[in-house]
């Protein structure tokens, strides 16, 4: 508990002075406490033991008797096993909590200074989104919000793949069907279905292969037509994701689309600028880097494919435009990418030579934001029952639909429209929260009833609890906003516990986003709203007669719906006041 410590330090100062450990770093030392039942914070004496070559054991019972006269308001002191364990004491808890309570931010700094690029969801045209771009774009979103909370300076960037070779035959295909029949499949979303005709008529039929190279030559050389037929594509798909990203409710807007095809232009500027730093080498007719430390299956060192022998571009020559327009015109700090771990050496070869070429320096950071795949209940990666590809649209259908027969059980009062916008926010939550709560690299597995179950670490559950301290407020007589004036003090265990999650918002955020992992804010709501549930069975909130006590635990009541609303908001999750 960083806070904890924060307020601890002095006193430890003092102690260690006393003890001839002034000079030995000793401040990293503190830390969470490993064992929660031991305390919130502590310090193991195990390295110092080598210094006043004593034991670890003895050492922590002489700092724990010195320090505790000092600490007599902030924590109770313990020494077990070599550790000095500080447990917060109620009177700082109920502190904290009542100053948290009185700030609209919860805690939270506002100090964040950089320019930073996100790299998200990134669907590729007249193809169907899948689950990959699903997470994406769900764990980018969350990414988004919370860098922005934190004050930084983000540009959303959806770098859709709208360029290649492939739309050669696709404009092709599209003329064959007419304009308006194709139009009308790919703004439904038939993508896949749509993309899969075209392949086919490509490689079987000769003179619709030529038709197509004939066009991919067209669309390079920037044809008028060509390219008008290529914006029918890319408008349709767009259409279709934007459809997608509306019943997700996410910040993505056309504004921030940022393909393949935007840096077409500076893809000789990339080949001009290799060749000039050296590293460009001629390999079969094409233009290769050699990023070094990288090996083909044989064995043989692999190269970076900037130019094909025919005169096209790869993937990862947009990648290097993208970095040297990220760093001179939008003068970002740090990239991030939340792309799935297939591409980490795709990746990983595209930063080591955009360092090596210059095209950015110790000033930038780039970041893999990885992440694993979605299974199914058996373990393979989840498929539409036919085996196909699962239209988001669809899948994000359902379970809205499963959403409003789940609350329509819980609650039957609630109707019509006010049931219907409650369940999107359950559905569409239990939807990202599963994704955004498990550990980001890991898999995981797409299990309806788990995802919208009441209970566990799920949306509904947090949603729930939120809900019910809405329905508190309803019964009481008094305003709510004039709660955060009111004093916090604990008395029971159970208001001290649920104040100790509580003050550990700001902490729990800000690792949160240094790690890029809003799987450890989850496990924080999660251990809040579980607190809460302890907290609520046993102790009556209204009607005890007592004023003070009454205010001070609708006060931890607002504290722990304000920070459900906040961190549930930065997951890009909505909470509703009924459910
Ligand atoms: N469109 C790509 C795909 O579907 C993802 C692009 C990720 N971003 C990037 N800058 N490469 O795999």
Redesign the pocket.
């Known amino acids: 508990m960083k806070q904890l410590i924060d307020d601890s330090l002095p006193a430890f100062s003092t102690v260690m002075k006393e003890m001839g450990l002034s000079d030995i770093g000793w401040e990293g030392l503190l830390g969470p406490a490993t064992v929660e039942d031991h305390g919130d914070a502590a310090m193991p004496c195990h390295s110092l033991s080598r210094e006043l070559k004593r034991s670890p054991g003895d050492i922590a019972d002489e700092i724990c008797s010195l320090i505790s006269p000092l600490l007599g308001e902030v924590a109770i002191v313990s020494s077990i096993n070599g550790f000095v364990n500080l447990k917060a004491v109620p009177s700082w808890l109920s502190s904290k909590a009542s100053s948290l309570l009185s700030d609209p931010r919860i805690g939270v700094g506002e100090g964040g200074r950089l320019t930073i690029a996100v790299?998200y969801s990134?669907?590729?045209v007249a193809k169907e989104m899948h689950v990959?771009?699903l997470r994406?774009t769900v764990i980018g979103d969350a990414l988004v919000r919370m860098l922005e909370f934190k004050g930084h300076l983000v540009h959303r960037?959806n770098?859709?793949?709208d360029w290649g070779t492939p739309f050669g035959m696709l404009i092709e295909h599209l003329l064959d069907l007419g304009e308006d029949e194709a139009a009308n499949e790919l703004g439904v979303g038939d993508l896949d279905s749509f993309y899969k005709q075209a392949r086919v008529k490509f490689v079987s039929d000769a003179e619709f292969a030529d038709r197509s190279r004939s066009r991919v030559v067209l669309l390079q050389g920037g044809d008028a037509e060509t390219l008008r037929l290529w914006r029918v594509l890319v408008d349709e798909s767009m259409r279709y994701f934007n459809e997608v990203y509306s019943m997700l409710g996410v910040l993505l807007t056309d504004d921030d689309i940022m393909g393949?095809s935007y840096y077409q232009d500076l893809l000789p500027t990339v080949v001009e600028r290799l060749s000039n730093s050296g590293m460009l080498e001629n390999s079969e007719g094409a233009d290769v880097v050699f990023p070094g430390g990288w090996k083909n299956r044989d064995g043989e060192p692999l190269p970076m494919i900037i130019r094909k022998a025919d005169g096209g571009f790869n993937?990862s020559t947009?990648?290097l435009a993208?970095i040297i327009d990220r760093v001179e015109r939008l003068e970002c700090d740090q990239f991030l990418?939340v792309?799935?771990t297939p591409?980490k050496q795709?990746?990983e070869m595209v930063f080591q030579v955009a360092r090596k070429a210059g095209f950015m320096d110790d000033r930038h950071s780039s970041i893999h934001v990885n992440f694993g795949s979605v299974l199914d209940t058996d373990g393979r990666v989840l498929k539409s029952r036919e085996g196909e590809v699962i239209k988001l649209h669809d899948l994000l259908s359902e379970a809205v639909i499963r959403a409003n027969s789940a609350i329509e059980e819980k609650n039957p009062e609630l109707i019509g429209e006010q049931r219907n916008n409650v369940a999107s926010m359950v559905g569409i939550g239990a939807v990202k929260y599963a994704d955004l709560s498990t550990e980001r690299t890991k898999d995981y597995v797409f299990e309806w009833e788990k995802m919208l179950s009441f209970e566990g670490n799920t949306a509904p559950y947090l949603q729930y609890a939120h809900a019910r301290i809405c329905s508190i407020f309803r019964k009481w007589a008094g305003e709510r906003s004039e709660i955060p004036d009111f004093e916090i003090s604990c008395c029971e265990p159970e208001e001290s516990n649920l104040a100790r999650r509580l003050v550990r918002f700001p902490s729990a955020l800000d690792e949160t986003i240094s790690t890029f992992s809003p799987h450890k804010l989850c496990t924080h709501l999660h251990s809040v709203a579980s607190a809460f549930a302890s907290f609520y069975e046993a102790c009556q909130v209204l009607g005890s007669g007592d004023e003070a006590v009454e205010k001070s635990r609708l006060a931890l009541c607002e504290l722990t719906a304000k920070q459900l609303e906040l961190g549930l908001g930065l997951l890009g999750i909505g909470v509703p006041e009924k459910m």
Do not use: K, L
């Open positions: 790299d990134a669907p590729n990959g771009h994406s960037e770098h859709v793949g393949e993937y947009s990648d993208c990418y792309v799935g591409q795709h990746f």
